[in-house]
């Protein structure tokens, strides 16, 4: 099956995102929204961890990146800027949505 | 109650007492038991600390749940799923949780072990399997 | 595609239910349905009408009340949780001797069954929480 993960909180504040990267699957899809969306910034102690994941797709939630000031060219090569259309639209097309929280 | 069965998985990644979310996510699975649905509840991250034998609230005076734990066999949620990596990262073993156990009807009311320890990646592919996950 | 929705935490203390309430916006928009979003944990203080946040921020309140009358949503406070925390409407306050009653339009208080019945009946559940 196909999950879309949701990742809501810093990992430098909580393990969730470490969490789920562990337990993610191949073919799976990740967002990052809320204070998530700092996992997918590019240079930081968990971008690695992020990078490694070469089965998993991963969304940020633009409006989230936006509210924090971060910009689009901070992210990480590969991560998607997902409005909440498009997070509706990954919640419908995976099969089950699991979140980290 | 209900003619679909759905896989359900009730997700603890927290410990108890220092937040309300371990005890009040055990109350939903004591509700959902009666929805007879295929009831697997996972314990990894610091869920582990939920099933650790022991508790004594007396000193903090908030009422002590663990026992609840030890009912659930009853309720016929006999699936529970401990994050083995995550014991050993809070230096824990199966030794230092509660004992919990199930009679199975189907096997002349043998006493069974409800917890079954299973490695990181057994409960990725076990949460793969799931058709809902409740996160609390 | 049929949702069901799960809130976990209160307004303002966390984002949860701005994010909760801005996905259930989303897809109703894209033409879902909404089956039910079941306020948990402080969720339930989503279901108050006692807040009177300041003028110049959004009333996370009444935009769940409104978006539950313009799109007949369900918004369900769990009961448990709700005697918890003190979210009453007229049946509990009865009941349970309060003085006043406090739930907000456009929200019920229900037994914990509601949020398992959305399990089974809906195709995808949603969970914000903190």
Same mark, same amino acid.
Request: aromatic content about 10%; some cysteine.
């Given at each position: 099956?196909?999950?879309?993960?949701?990742?809501?909180?810093?990992?430098?504040? &909580?393990?969730?995102?470490?969490?789920?990267?562990?337990?993610?699957?191949?073919?799976?899809?990740?967002?990052?929204?809320?204070?998530?969306?700092?996992?997918?910034?590019?240079?930081?102690?968990?971008?690695? &961890?992020?990078?490694?994941?070469?089965?998993?797709?991963?969304?940020?939630?633009?409006?989230?990146?936006?509210?924090?000031?971060?910009?689009?060219?901070?992210?990480?090569?590969?991560?998607?800027?997902?409005?909440?259309?498009?997070?509706?639209?990954?919640?419908?097309?995976?099969? &089950?949505?699991?979140?980290?929280? | 109650?209900?003619?679909?069965?759905?896989?359900?998985?009730?997700?603890?990644?927290? /410990?108890?007492?220092?937040?309300?979310? /371990?005890?009040?996510?055990?109350? @939903?699975?004591?509700?959902? #038991?009666?929805?007879?649905?295929?009831?697997?509840?996972?314990?990894?991250?610091?869920?582990?600390?939920? =099933?650790?034998?022991?508790?004594? *609230?007396?000193?903090?005076?908030?009422?002590?749940?663990?026992? *609840?734990?030890? /009912?659930?066999?009853?309720?016929? @949620?006999?699936?529970?799923?401990?994050?083995?990596?995550?014991?050993?990262?809070?230096?824990?073993?199966?030794?230092?949780?509660?004992?919990?156990?199930?009679?199975?009807?189907?096997?002349?009311? /043998?006493?069974?072990?409800?917890?079954? @320890?299973?490695?990181?990646?057994?409960? #990725?592919?076990?949460?793969?399997?799931?058709? @809902? =996950?409740?996160?609390? | 595609?049929?949702?069901?929705?799960? %809130?976990?935490?209160?307004?303002?203390?966390? +984002?949860?239910?701005?994010?909760?309430?801005?996905? !259930? $916006?989303?897809?109703?928009?894209?033409?879902?349905?909404?089956?039910? %979003?079941?306020?948990?944990?402080?969720? %339930?203080?989503?279901? !108050?009408?006692?807040?009177?946040?300041?003028?110049?921020?959004?009333?996370?309140?009444?935009?769940?009340?409104?978006?539950? $009358?313009?799109?007949?949503?369900?918004?369900?406070?769990?009961?448990?949780?709700?005697?918890?925390?003190?979210?009453?409407?007229?049946?509990?306050? +009865?009941?349970?001797? $309060?003085?006043?009653?406090?739930?907000?339009?456009?929200?019920?208080?229900?037994?914990?069954? +509601?949020?398992?019945?959305?399990?089974? +009946?809906?195709?995808?559940? %949603?969970?914000?929480?903190?």
């Amino acid at each position: 099956m196909a999950t879309l993960h949701t990742v809501n909180k810093s990992p430098f504040e &909580k393990s969730s995102l470490e969490s789920c990267l562990a337990h993610a699957k191949d073919g799976s899809a990740v967002l990052l929204y809320e204070d998530g969306i700092y996992g997918a910034v590019k240079g930081t102690s968990i971008a690695d &961890k992020v990078t490694a994941m070469g089965g998993v797709k991963f969304y940020v939630l633009g409006p989230d990146l936006k509210a924090r000031g971060i910009s689009e060219d901070k992210l990480l090569d590969g991560v998607e800027v997902a409005d909440y259309a498009k997070f509706v639209d990954l919640a419908a097309t995976n099969d &089950k949505v699991q979140a980290w929280v | 109650m209900s003619e679909q069965i759905k896989k359900f998985m009730y997700v603890n990644r927290r /410990a108890p007492y220092g937040t309300i979310y /371990a005890w009040e996510s055990l109350e @939903v699975v004591l509700i959902g #038991a009666a929805f007879d649905q295929d009831v697997h509840l996972a314990f990894l991250d610091d869920g582990v600390y939920q =099933l650790v034998k022991g508790q004594d *609230t007396s000193g903090v005076d908030m009422k002590n749940f663990s026992p *609840t734990y030890q /009912a659930l066999g009853d309720y016929d @949620v006999t699936k529970l799923f401990v994050e083995k990596e995550s014991l050993e990262e809070r230096g824990l073993s199966i030794d230092d949780l509660m004992p919990l156990t199930y009679e199975d009807e189907d096997d002349d009311w /043998a006493e069974k072990d409800s917890i079954t @320890v299973v490695s990181r990646a057994e409960l #990725a592919d076990i949460m793969d399997e799931q058709d @809902v =996950l409740f996160s609390f | 595609m049929k949702f069901a929705i799960q %809130v976990n935490e209160g307004p303002y203390q966390h +984002q949860a239910t701005d994010s909760a309430y801005q996905f !259930t $916006k989303a897809a109703l928009e894209a033409g879902h349905e909404i089956m039910r %979003v079941f306020f948990y944990h402080d969720g %339930v203080n989503n279901g !108050t009408n006692l807040t009177t946040p300041p003028q110049d921020d959004r009333n996370i309140v009444n935009r769940w009340s409104e978006l539950a $009358k313009k799109h007949d949503l369900d918004l369900v406070v769990c009961v448990a949780a709700a005697q918890r925390r003190g979210i009453v409407d007229e049946g509990e306050m +009865q009941r349970n001797g $309060k003085s006043a009653e406090n739930i907000a339009d456009g929200f019920r208080i229900s037994g914990l069954g +509601q949020l398992i019945e959305a399990g089974i +009946q809906s195709e995808r559940l %949603v969970v914000f929480g903190d």
